[in-house]
């Protein structure tokens, strides 16, 4: 009996290889992350060559990521090759969480579960994992930190900056209150965890229930509004 075959998804205008790539995509839009599907390849040599399937530019200084419901051994070997080759980061993601998932204590079982989002460093440092989308408490902004510490995000510098103040400056240089006031004046170490923070559960939920059956198909638009409604 032949293997079951990912099924080609539109949304947005491109044609992703699977439906569990186009979720991703949703997810990203939801959040406004910017992403940029399979940018450029890479001759990874001995006639082997790798497409990652998405580039984040705003995430981390700009990262790539791989999307697999499920990792062969192939898949494995080119994502070391792509790491290994030079200085550029790659998170491999898999199953989107589920609202049971994100409602437990902590991460791991869920991360165990989907193979989600283990991260390949580059300069061939090697792998970890979880990596996992999170937010820095005292800005908002979102990153991909292992065990999903929000304070990573924007590193501790600004963390001790923000704690001792319990503010933060915005772009345009005007002071604000923490957004995410329990963590105010509390958190004295690096990792203020927010991987099940209410915005990414939020995008997490839209993206899940997005439905592609019988030729529909969400638009961006229809995502914000839907993922608006879920933050009301």
């Known amino acids: 009996m032949g293997k079951f075959k990912a099924i080609p998804t539109e949304y947005n205008g491109y044609i992703f290889r699977s439906r569990l790539e186009a979720r991703w995509a949703l997810f990203f839009d939801a959040l406004g992350i910017r992403?940029?599907?399979e940018p450029e390849g890479f001759d990874l040599g001995d006639g082997v060559w790798y497409l990652p399937d998405f580039y984040l530019p705003q995430i981390n200084g700009g990262v790539y990521v791989e999307v697999k419901g499920d990792m062969k051994d192939e898949?494995?070997?080119?994502?070391?090759?792509?790491?290994?080759?030079g200085d550029r980061p790659l998170y491999v993601l898999g199953e989107l969480p589920t609202q049971a998932d994100?409602?437990?204590?902590?991460?791991?079982?869920?991360?165990?579960?989907?193979?989600h989002c283990f991260e390949y460093s580059g300069?061939?440092?090697g792998w970890d994992w979880p990596y996992l989308f999170c937010v820095c408490p005292a800005c908002g902004?979102?990153?991909?930190?292992?065990?999903?510490r929000g304070w990573r995000v924007c590193g501790v510098e600004h963390r001790d900056k923000n704690l001792s103040?319990?503010?933060?400056?915005?772009?345009d240089g005007n002071v604000r209150p923490f957004a995410h006031p329990e963590v105010a004046g509390r958190r004295t170490d690096d990792k203020g965890y927010s991987w099940n923070q209410r915005r990414l559960v939020a995008a997490y939920k839209v993206a899940r229930q997005a439905q592609f059956d019988h030729g529909r198909t969400p638009t961006k638009r229809e995502v914000q509004r839907?993922?608006?409604a879920e933050m009301r």
């Open 226 to 228: 839907r993922y608006a």
């Open 75 to 85: 898949d494995y070997d080119k994502v070391e090759a792509f790491w290994k080759e």
């Open 123 to 125: 300069g061939g440092r």
């Open 35 to 37: 992403c940029e599907y």
């Open 102 to 115: 994100l409602e437990e204590s902590d991460p791991y079982g869920y991360a165990d579960r989907y193979e």
């Open 141 to 148: 902004r979102i990153g991909i930190e292992f065990d999903g």
């Open 165 to 171: 103040t319990n503010t933060y400056m915005d772009e």
